[in-house]
């Protein structure tokens, strides 16, 4: 993806909610997007399958197998969609049609890319919930959603998402309202399915915890555009943006809170997207923010190899314990 950018035209104005993001993703990659709700995370990649709305405006390119799929016939984009880039939606309760089986709805998908029969796609759906550890699949199979757990309905939009053996699997915000335990067994599948099947991961949350456990490689955004950028360990050792290093003094740790026994915090709030200033969108919460800084916008630039950062001032000021 290069330099996306999206607005959307409301009753009270223009939108930014991604402005110039790039990123690539390497076969087999777990690539983690983090940052705040409403910083575009989601955005960017439902832009990718042109999944935003007509108020929508999407300018950049997004280039997949050769084709950008932000210029290519809609026609190209329905058969990437699902075929090879599949998509693991927020909440699955809402993802997932209540009136119809779990199987049946693993088994549409499996129809309308493979062409299987109805059989065959019942059958095919079983071993896909097997694949995806759904104790005695093939009594869940014929369940309806609200039969099913959390953390089942969540397995049942994975194995969805792999029913045609994607190249890509996008996972907006996986393990949300899910419990640790529930949580763990998630991210434990993510990671086999990447290994088993060499799936490549974009892995959207704003849980670090989650992205230090599974991804390989790191973006931070923040108001729609990217703050930083790094190999997951690089960014946990050496944080240089004041956000990505404030995000990170809010992790809960052992000695971490203050002694109030209190969690550090970001002051402030974030801007909004419809009034984003003509500077640093972080600068009104930065601790190093001067006259430069609230005047203009920071270039991404490297600092060091493999890691991009824009930010005036970058340094580390957190100590990770």
């Known amino acids: 993806m290069r330099d996306l950018s999206v607005r959307f035209d409301t009753d009270d104005g223009t939108v930014h909610a991604v402005d110039g993001l790039s990123f690539t993703l390497d076969e087999g990659q777990v690539l ?38 932000l210029s290519a016939p809609l026609s190209h984009v329905r058969r990437v969609r699902g075929r090879e880039i599949a998509f693991v939606f927020q909440e699955p309760m809402t993802s997932l049609n209540p009136a119809f089986r779990v199987g049946n709805q693993i088994g549409e998908v499996l129809r309308r890319h493979l062409g ?53 699997l996008i996972a907006d915000e996986p393990t949300t309202a899910l419990d640790v335990t529930i949580q763990s067994g998630i991210l434990d599948l993510l990671r086999d399915i990447r290994e088993r099947l060499g799936t490549s991961i974009i892995l959207i949350t704003h ?27 690089e960014l946990f050792a050496r944080p240089e943006h004041p956000y990505t290093i404030g995000l990170l003094g809010a992790v809960p740790r052992p000695g971490g809170a203050d002694k109030q026994g209190r969690l550090q915090e970001i002051p402030g709030r974030v801007p909004s997207l419809a009034q984003l200033p003509s500077a640093c969108a972080f600068a009104p919460r930065c601790p190093r923010a001067d006259d430069l800084s609230r005047s203009q916008v920071p270039d991404l630039r490297e600092v060091r190899q493999d890691h991009l950062v824009a930010c005036f001032h970058p340094g580390v000021e957190w100590d990770g314990g």
């Open 116 to 168: 299987l029969s109805r059989g065959d796609a019942r059958r095919r759906a079983v071993e896909l919930l097997d694949l995806v550890r759904i104790p005695a699949p093939d009594r869940r199979v014929d369940e309806y959603p609200h039969q099913l757990s959390g953390g089942m309905r969540q397995r049942v939009m994975i194995a969805m998402a792999l029913a045609c053996d994607p190249k890509v």
């Open 207 to 233: 849980n670090l915890g989650v992205v230090a456990d599974i991804a390989d490689r790191v973006i931070v955004m923040y108001a729609g555009r990217k703050a930083e950028e790094a190999p997951v360990h």
């Open 32 to 69: 983690g997007v983090v940052g705040e709700s409403g910083c575009g995370k989601s955005v960017s990649v439902m832009a990718l399958l042109r999944l935003l709305p007509p108020t929508a405006h999407v300018t950049g390119s997004a280039e997949f197998d050769a084709v950008d799929l």
